[in-house]
């Protein structure tokens, strides 16, 4: 398409997001000089989300987490405006209040949503939150600060786990309910998420395995009183926070024809998000957790990689990519998938994807000891790495997954258990 | 100021917490937990914190003002 | 024929590597004919250092061939220091989980609020030792600036008695040849070192039974505390004194010199400094990356290790070349080149991994303090011999004088 090839002067970033201010910050240090519009559905500048589950929550220091935004960036800023439709045929982006954004590149960085607790009623009762944005973050604080009698978290993710442990911190009581018979299974294995379920339990955190929410009682005024579980137990608590995964912020491009269901906006490796045919949609990019790409660390399976890290590095490819005159001039997006935490004290860390993965080892240090680093395997091949408090192994790993080493890396040498256990992965992991 | 870390590089060799201790925190062995948002005052602590930093993981610039300080090293170099 | 890291080795050398650097990154691991691999690519030592099939234990176990023919020292004294020697290994030649232990000791007794403490008291001693100056217009700034600076401070945080300061210098030039791998093999060497190491661990030894019975605020009085179960043993505590003392006397000394040495290299930066000293913290990282005070470490491969396309046997001495990785073209643009302005300066100047300098935040506070104060105030300094004589060590590599002329000494 002769529009693609020539250099953009008009580009819309759509997602006031990580991923979106990366891809507004290389774009400038690429050289771009035209008109740089970033759109945001919430009031606030680019911030960052990772304090907000857990620094902001404890009030270390404020819950200012705007990104640092080099002045030059010169971005016109639509904030408080939520993207309603994307025009392809007149290359446009409309806003919820009708304003037209003409574009020669769009970059869909919208991310994702909390999903919300399916029972609408329930969900709106006063008490029951979910936490994914920083006015979520600084209403759960100020109800922490309130010293609730009991926190429920409903959800066996990280964000769970994380607000959990800031409970614990505080000394206010918690307890966590996880459909499945691991938490973090999903994430980092269940031997892993064993090892942290109980970590959280030494910690006073009140877990509750294959436990879910029959129905919620409210006092006369609609607050939040009690829940009452499948099993027939009763949970009294003001103070529920609904954590039970992402969906992903694509209704705004129904109607556009593009390839998008709910893993997202479908994008090939060029970050170029493509149409409902399967080509490239002209002028169209994809970056952080909306986009769903071809991994080629995992031959090419596609992947939505909701982290910190992707959105960077996707934001930074998808950038350069829009820049370029022409596919050959395009790089690939082959960022190796990485992601930390924080919880009870501890320090985790993972580089690679475990999805998929058959095999389990901890290769340095050892459980007992809460210090370790452990490895997946997939089909023989060395997929992933997670350390609890041992990030300087991280980056041998880390060389081992990029180069495909057999399953298990790195044998011999400091701090290894005398004999290395392999754990089959059961379908918890898949 | 603005900072992020990005905790991904961080390896936890404390030279931030060293630099500027009022504005980055290690909670046990590896949690590193700073101020997203200190005062414009302390920029030479900042600035001190951000350079020691052996990954680069540390960004910081100015709050809104029209000059910022710190590098925007740690994402635009790690690509080239 | 010498191999490439025997004429890194070379005295003849030392002004400048930087090119045998270069010839060596043509292969990022270089076998030597020896058994030694040598690392000089940024990438491979950075993996290395992070790699757990690497060993930071390579010291060499005492070897005596030569007889004096006197059966006291031969059969009875130098075993005996062979042993005390052996045992005496600090924590920087430790593996975890040891090192862990005693390094977590140590980092403890380098408290931020100690370190950040030295802050007010080095720049009083800066400020003396320039005003020592006033009158000369020669100068030779080792020996009346970079070295009794480091060493003051370093005396003072460990409680080290200021009229016990002179002894140290001998002992820790001996003992820094722990590093160099063509020394520390030699027997001669060895057994000088034996016997240094016996005259310092006596002294370390009465120190410390002083700062039991008083205690004092400083970081041999931290070590030497505690119950007895997790009280420090002796072996470890006066090896771990004596490692402190060395590095505090053998390696700021060199960042403070090859600093201003730079400095004077490349006048417009030494300028730019005394009126811009905001600089300071990145300007640091720059020297530390272009002229780091360690140019090399030594370790040991504890399995085969499979990197860029070699393999390093199990067993064999690696020499991870942290001064040749910071002048790598393929990680550094125009890695040869000073540039204090320089973005994503991931250098190696204080190593990397579990072993990454105890000492760096107070390396980074005098050396601020230092260079800005001798930005401001030296007047028109001039180096008086570029190349400058260099000493002996290849590792702990730094001129042994600095001599500089200059037209006085400002206020600043």
Redesign the interface.
């Known amino acids: 398409m002769s529009a693609d090839s020539s250099a953009p002067d008009r580009i819309v970033i759509v997602g006031a997001s990580l991923a979106g201010l990366?891809a507004a910050?290389?774009l400038r240090?690429e050289g771009y000089s035209g008109v740089l519009v970033l759109v945001g559905d919430e009031a606030h500048r680019p911030y960052?989300r990772?304090?907000l589950s857990?620094?902001v929550l404890r009030r270390?220091?404020?819950a200012?987490?705007?990104?640092?935004?080099?002045?030059?960036l010169d971005i016109v800023f639509r904030l408080g405006m939520a993207a309603a439709r994307l025009d392809r045929t007149e290359r446009a982006v409309i806003l919820a209040d009708g304003e037209r954004l003409p574009y020669d590149r769009c970059l869909v960085a919208t991310g994702t949503r909390a999903r919300p607790w399916p029972n609408p009623a329930e969900a709106a009762l006063d008490g029951v939150a979910t936490l994914r944005t920083r006015d979520d973050s600084e209403r759960l604080a100020q109800r922490l600060r309130d010293r609730p009698a009991r926190v429920v978290l409903v959800g066996g993710g990280f964000i769970s786990f994380e607000v959990a442990s800031v409970c614990r911190e505080l000394d206010i009581p918690v307890s966590v309910l996880v459909r499945d018979a691991v938490p973090l299974a999903g994430a980092v294995g269940a031997p892993l998420g064993g090892f942290m379920a109980e970590v959280a339990r030494g910690a006073g955190v009140d877990l509750r395995l294959g436990a879910s929410i029959a129905r919620m009682e409210a006092d006369p005024r609609g607050r939040l009183a009690a829940l009452v579980l499948e099993d027939g137990g009763r949970i009294e608590t003001d103070c529920l926070v609904v954590a039970i995964g992402a969906a992903r912020n694509i209704a705004w491009l129904d109607g556009a024809a593009l390839a998008t269901d709910r893993n997202g906006l479908r994008c090939d490796r060029f970050c170029r998000a493509l149409g409902a045919d399967g080509l490239p949609a002209g002028g169209i990019f994809a970056a952080g957790d909306v986009a769903h790409w071809p991994n080629p660390h995992d031959g090419d399976a596609l992947v939505a990689v909701e982290h910190?890290?992707n959105a960077?590095?996707q934001g930074?490819?998808a950038a350069r990519n829009m820049l370029a005159p022409g596919p050959d001039a395009m790089v690939a997006h082959d960022h190796l998938a990485?992601?930390?935490s924080?919880q009870f004290?501890?320090?985790i860390?993972l580089v690679g994807l475990t999805a998929g993965a058959d095999s389990f080892a901890v290769v340095?240090g050892s459980m007992a000891e809460r210090?370790f680093l452990a490895v997946f395997g997939k089909a023989g091949r060395t997929v992933a790495a997670a350390s609890v408090?041992s990030?300087?192994?991280?980056?041998?790993y880390r060389?081992a997954i990029l180069q495909g080493a057999p399953f298990p890396p790195?044998?011999?040498?400091?701090?290894?258990p005398r004999r290395i256990e392999t754990q089959v992965l059961e379908d918890a992991a898949r | 100021m603005r900072v992020v870390v990005d905790l991904n590089r961080c390896q936890a060799y404390a030279q931030c917490v060293y630099a500027a201790p009022r504005h980055f925190v290690l909670h046990g062995r590896e949690a590193l937990v700073y101020d997203t948002a200190p005062d414009d005052a302390d920029r030479a602590e900042i600035e001190r914190a951000a350079q020691a930093c052996p990954v680069r993981a540390i960004t910081a610039c100015l709050s809104e003002s029209a000059e910022n300080t710190a590098e925007h090293t740690a994402e635009n170099g790690a690509a080239r | 024929m010498s191999t490439l890291f025997e004429r890194i080795l070379d005295p003849a050398n030392r002004a400048d590597p930087y090119g045998l650097y270069a010839e060596l990154r043509r292969q990022p691991i270089c076998p030597q004919d020896d058994g030694t691999y040598v690392v000089g690519t940024h990438a491979e030592i950075d993996r290395l250092l992070h790699d757990p099939r690497i060993s930071s234990d390579d010291l060499p176990d005492p070897q005596h061939f030569r007889w004096t023919g006197h059966p006291i020292t031969d059969l009875i004294v130098r075993p005996v220091r062979a042993e005390i020697r052996k045992r005496h290994r600090p924590f920087i030649f430790r593996d975890p989980p040891d090192h862990e232990a005693l390094r977590g000791r140590v980092m403890r007794a380098f408290s931020v609020a100690r370190v950040r403490g030295m802050r007010a008291k080095t720049e009083r001693l800066t400020r003396e030792l320039i005003d020592k100056l006033a009158g000369k217009t020669r100068i030779d700034l080792v020996e009346e600036f970079s070295y009794p600076l480091p060493v003051t401070v370093i005396c003072h945080l460990l409680g080290v008695p200021p009229e016990d300061e002179a002894r140290f210098h001998g002992w820790a030039t001996q003992l820094a040849t722990a590093l160099e791998p063509n020394q520390r093999g030699d027997e001669a060497t060895q057994i000088k070192n034996e016997e240094t190491f016996a005259e310092i661990a006596d002294y370390i030894q009465d120190l410390v039974k002083a700062k039991r019975r008083e205690p004092e605020d400083d970081i041999l009085t931290d070590l030497a505390a505690g119950d007895d179960a997790e009280r420090m043993n002796d072996y470890d505590l006066i090896a771990t004194a004596v490692l402190l003392l060395v590095a505090g006397h053998e390696t700021t000394v060199n960042l403070i010199t090859n600093g201003m040495l730079t400095l004077l290299r490349f006048p417009e930066h030494l300028e730019r400094l005394r009126r811009e000293p905001e600089i300071a913290p990145r300007l640091i990282e720059e020297l530390l990356r272009y002229e780091p005070p360690v140019h090399y470490r030594t370790r040991l491969a504890l399995a085969d290790i499979p990197i860029a396309g070699t393999t390093i046997p199990e067993g064999a001495p690696v020499v991870l070349l942290l001064a040749s990785g910071n002048r790598d073209p393929s990680r550094f643009t125009d890695p040869d080149r000073f540039d204090p302005d320089r973005r994503d300066n991931c250098h190696l100047g204080f190593g990397g991994g579990l072993h990454y300098c105890v000492g760096a935040p107070l390396a980074r506070i005098e050396a601020e303090i230092a260079l800005v104060a001798l930005s401001r105030r030296l007047r028109e300094p001039r180096l008086l011999a570029d190349p400058p004589p260099y000493r002996q060590g290849a590792s702990l590599r730094g001129p042994s004088a600095l001599p500089l002329a200059i037209a006085g000494v400002g206020e600043g």
């Open positions: 990366s910050k290389t240090a960052d990772p304090p857990k620094q270390d220091f404020g200012e987490t705007t990104l640092p935004q080099p002045a030059d910190w890290g960077v590095a930074r490819t990485d992601f930390w924080q004290g501890l320090t860390k340095r210090r408090d990030a300087r192994w991280l980056p041998a060389a790195l044998i011999g040498g400091l701090d290894a």
